[in-house]
């Protein structure tokens, strides 16, 4: 149980373009996700909340226009890089709260030409 | 500023030896504490949970909780090379959700 996915695994865009990556929890409702960002060889940095039915909260530094959250269900979560650029190249990873540990999906590199 | 730190290694230790991770944290109203393993490229997968002062046991994995001391340590026995990995402390706190503020990770290494 507890498994959560992502799609896409990896993508390769140009610079300018929007990047849409999906999380979803397979085998359970999360009410709350979670997505995180890691550049090489650093740790994970939290960039936001997603609860369902409301507006994310995005931690600081993160720029909210730039990542768009929207939790529209129970399992579905989607953040979209828009207007990418090279420093936003990174690991993105998702994460469900179920109900106080939270699962990881696979991660989504991002690479912006 | 809550603070999550952890050596960041490498650790080296023998094949059938005991791994030691330590992990201290900074806020005394954390809730829930968490190590991960990662291996390189991969997402985090969870090993071990602990929310309350002690031991937890589960296999070879065995993690301590020191509120006290704001002290979390992971003992990993009989230690395999496919241990080698990225161990990543976490704490959660309820008022921000239960989102999770991580260490930098520890680079483990086991040697056969």
């Known amino acids: 149980g507890a498994v959560v996915s992502q799609h896409p695994s990896w993508v390769i865009c140009k610079s300018g373009t929007s990047v849409k990556i999906e999380c979803r929890s397979l085998?359970?409702?999360?009410?709350?996700m979670f997505w995180y960002r890691q550049f090489p060889k650093q740790s994970l940095m939290l960039m936001a909340t997603s609860n369902e039915g409301s507006k994310a909260t995005y931690e600081q530094g993160v720029e909210k226009d730039k990542f768009l959250i929207n939790h529209a269900s129970l399992t579905l979560s989607t953040l979209t890089v828009t207007s990418a650029h090279p420093e936003d190249s990174s690991f993105y990873i998702c994460?469900?709260?179920?109900?106080?540990?939270?699962?990881f999906g696979p991660g989504t590199r991002l690479t912006v030409l | 500023q809550k603070e999550v730190e952890q050596n960041s290694g490498p650790l080296s230790v023998p094949e059938g030896a005991i791994a030691s991770l330590n992990c201290t944290y900074s806020d005394r109203v954390s809730q829930s504490f968490f190590w991960y393993r990662q291996y390189s490229g991969k997402s985090p997968e969870l090993i071990m949970s602990i929310y309350s002062n002690g031991d937890k046991e589960d296999g070879r994995f065995t993690a301590q909780l020191n509120k006290a001391s704001q002290y979390v340590s992971l003992l990993i026995r009989d230690s395999q090379p496919s241990d080698s990995a990225t161990y990543l402390c976490a704490v959660s706190y309820s008022n921000s959700g239960y989102a999770l503020n991580f260490g930098k990770g520890t680079s483990l290494l086991v040697t056969p």
């Open positions: 085998d359970f409702q999360a009410t709350t």
């Open positions: 994460s469900a709260r179920s109900p106080d540990t939270q699962y």
